[in-house]
Every structure is written in structure tokens, then in C-alpha cells.
């Protein structure tokens, strides 16, 4: 199957600052990718919808400025947590949209916000 | 939209034996169904996928059936192994290229004893 790459795996910062995560198709390039939260023990949220070279769609009552996704690649696409809090301590995963039709995901990223 | 329930939540299996675990949706335009395993810590798998155009599909010891007119589809393991342990996910979209937003279920944790 296709590799995606999520980096970081952990994160652990102070309420107040800026995350960065990373999401990268390794070997095949993706106009299309998305970004989800998963709480402990349940199912993947759907956050936002990332497409290349235009602004991200985001769900219903995902904050924008909150949740910044910037798509700038075939390659990469990143979401960026602003002034994060403890209560944005989750577990944030991407996919990757193949041509094939398939979506493959990330290895995820686990953000504990102090 | 389209909803997407999963049973059942929790299911432990003696090794050997076959685990089935049953998803309906609600929207009968969908027409991708992917299944997804996450082992715990990391991003979810796609194991198999079927389309709506075909009734089953087979990969070695796993396999998913689809019904269209009962809206259902659902994920057959057989001769079960302890790294067959997991949550399983089931999932469902429309459109032609497969990129559309998924709707995942609730998740299901697979348990096989030795």
C-alpha cells in the first residue's frame, strides 16, 4: 500500500502556543487530503478537508482560525493548532487521497497540551 | 447525511475461529466501503475495500460482503490470530474518485485469545 507520514508522532506543549503537524505522501502525490480528531476509544472526526493550491473546507463546527490547514503541495499538507489549550489535546490523523480511489492514513499524532 | 452504524462495539474470538463484524449506512448513493484496522497508537489500515458494483470480495483470510438493497456490508476474518486484534473500522462514501468525506462507524475492538 501507499505510506503517508505524520510527523510529529508526540507532541507536548504549553497552553498558549502554536503546533505544527505534517502530513506527506511518500510515493504518490495527492490533491486530496484530510485531517481528523480521534478522542480515546472512539471513532475519527472528520476536521477539514485539505485541497491542493486552494483553502481547506472544514466541517461543521471545526474552527478555522482555530484548525489552520495550508496545502501548499502534492505532497504535504499541514494543520497547524493556534493557541492551543487542554482541551485540544487529542489525536489528530491525516489521509491521502490516491488516484486509485483509495485513502491511506497516517500514522497519526498525539497532542498533549499542558 | 450519511450515517454509518457498526455492531458490535467489542468482540473476543478464540484463535481459529471466524469474526464478523456488521455495518449498515443510510445513504443509498454510497457506493465505497472501506474497512480499516488501528492497532492502538496508531493511524488506521485499510485491509479491504468494495465497491457497489460488486457483491463480495476476497483477500486470503478476509473478505467483505455488500448488500445494496438491505444497505449493508459487513467484514468476515477467518482462522483468526492474536495480531488479528484491533479496533476495526468500517466506512462509507459516494462519488466517482473515491475522495470524497468518509463516514466512519463506531468502531469495533477485536479480541482473539491464544
Known amino acids: 500500500g501507499a505510506v503517508v507520514s505524520q510527523h510529529p508522532s508526540r507532541v507536548i506543549c504549553k497552553s498558549g502556543t502554536s503546533v505544527k503537524i505534517e502530513c506527506r505522501s511518500l510515493?504518490?502525490?495527492?490533491?486530496?487530503m484530510f485531517w481528523y480528531r480521534q478522542f480515546p476509544k472512539k471513532s475519527l472526526m472528520l476536521m477539514a478537508t485539505?485541497?491542493?493550491?486552494?483553502?481547506?473546507?472544514?466541517e461543521q463546527g471545526v474552527e478555522k482560525d482555530k484548525f489552520l490547514i495550508n496545502h501548499a503541495s502534492l505532497t504535504l499538507s499541514t494543520l497547524t493548532v493556534t493557541s492551543a489549550h487542554p482541551e485540544d489535546s487529542s489525536f489528530y490523523i491525516c489521509?491521502?487521497?490516491?488516484?486509485?480511489?483509495?485513502?491511506?492514513f497516517g500514522e497519526g499524532s498525539r497532542l498533549t497540551v499542558l | 447525511g450519511e450515517n454509518v452504524e457498526q455492531h458490535p462495539s467489542t468482540l473476543s474470538v478464540q484463535e481459529g475461529d471466524s469474526a464478523v463484524i456488521k455495518c449498515t449506512y443510510s445513504?443509498?448513493?454510497?457506493?465505497?466501503f472501506p474497512w480499516y484496522k488501528q492497532e492502538l497508537g496508531k493511524g488506521p489500515q485499510l485491509i479491504i475495500d468494495?465497491?457497489?458494483?460488486?457483491g463480495e470480495k476476497k483477500d486470503q483470510r478476509i473478505a467483505v460482503t455488500l448488500n445494496k438493497t438491505a444497505k449493508h456490508f459487513s467484514l468476515h476474518i477467518t482462522e483468526t490470530q492474536p495480531e488479528d486484534s484491533a479496533v476495526y473500522f468500517c466506512?462509507?462514501?459516494?462519488?466517482?474518485?473515491?475522495?470524497?468525506?468518509?463516514?466512519f462507524g463506531t468502531g469495533t475492538r477485536l479480541l482473539v485469545s491464544p
Open positions: 489521509s491521502a487521497g490516491k488516484d486509485t480511489g483509495e485513502l491511506f
Open positions: 510515493d504518490f502525490q495527492a490533491t486530496t
Open positions: 485539505s485541497n491542493e493550491g486552494s483553502k481547506a473546507t472544514y
Open positions: 445513504d443509498s448513493a454510497s457506493n465505497y
Open positions: 468494495i465497491r457497489s458494483n460488486v
Open positions: 466506512a462509507a462514501s459516494k462519488g466517482n474518485t473515491g475522495f470524497q468525506k468518509l463516514v
